[in-house]
């Protein structure tokens, strides 16, 4: 008897520790992406105060630069959370832009956030073109006959017309 009752209690603990083991499957992953914003830092950037270097100093290299036009050093934090079996999402975004002038001082700083960030949700089934739809057959031998014509000779000989040596 104390054995059929002990068998009760292991069987109820390691049901137990399955489904706590299932369910801490099923957690979300949070993750941080790129530069990692301290306020403190990011405030005391000052248009008109600072410069290239002292940004640098600062704030450290941007997450990019700009390559053409006006020189603007972008900081980007990304936080995103993954449920299982899902593709990641971004939740917060946090762009600092801070262009320079051409002496190298700081312009301007501005901050974004999520109100920039496009959802794209590409259809892989399909790809909308202009024009007529047309069968695979079609496709497959719609040129057979087009190859090497004349354009405004279908059926004639082809071929030079003119008195020139390439039928001008």
């Known amino acids: 008897m104390l054995v059929k009752g002990w068998n009760t209690k ?3 603990a390691s049901a137990l520790g399955a489904l706590a083991l299932m369910a801490s499957g099923c957690a979300s992953i949070k ?3 790129g530069y990692l914003i301290d306020p403190a830092l990011t405030g005391s ?4 105060i600072d410069n290239r270097t002292s940004v640098e ?3 450290g290299q941007p997450t990019f630069k700009s390559e053409f036009g006006k020189q603007i050093w972008y900081y980007v934090s990304i936080d995103t959370k993954q449920r299982p079996f899902k593709r990641p999402q971004a939740k917060t975004q946090n762009v600092l832009m801070v262009s320079f002038d051409e002496k190298g001082n700081v312009a301007t700083v501005e901050r974004r956030g ?10 892989s089934h399909k790809t909308p073109t ?3 739809t047309r069968s695979f057959f079609e496709d497959l031998f719609g040129n057979i006959g087009s190859v090497g014509a004349i354009p405004g000779q279908a059926g004639q000989g082809g071929g030079p017309t003119g008195s020139g040596p390439n039928g001008s």
């Open 10 to 12: 292991l069987r109820a």
């Open 31 to 33: 993750d941080h992406r």
């Open 45 to 48: 950037v000052q248009p008109g």
């Open 57 to 59: 100093r600062s704030l």
């Open 114 to 123: 999520m109100e920039k960030v496009v959802a794209l949700n590409p259809d």
């Open 130 to 132: 202009l024009g007529r």
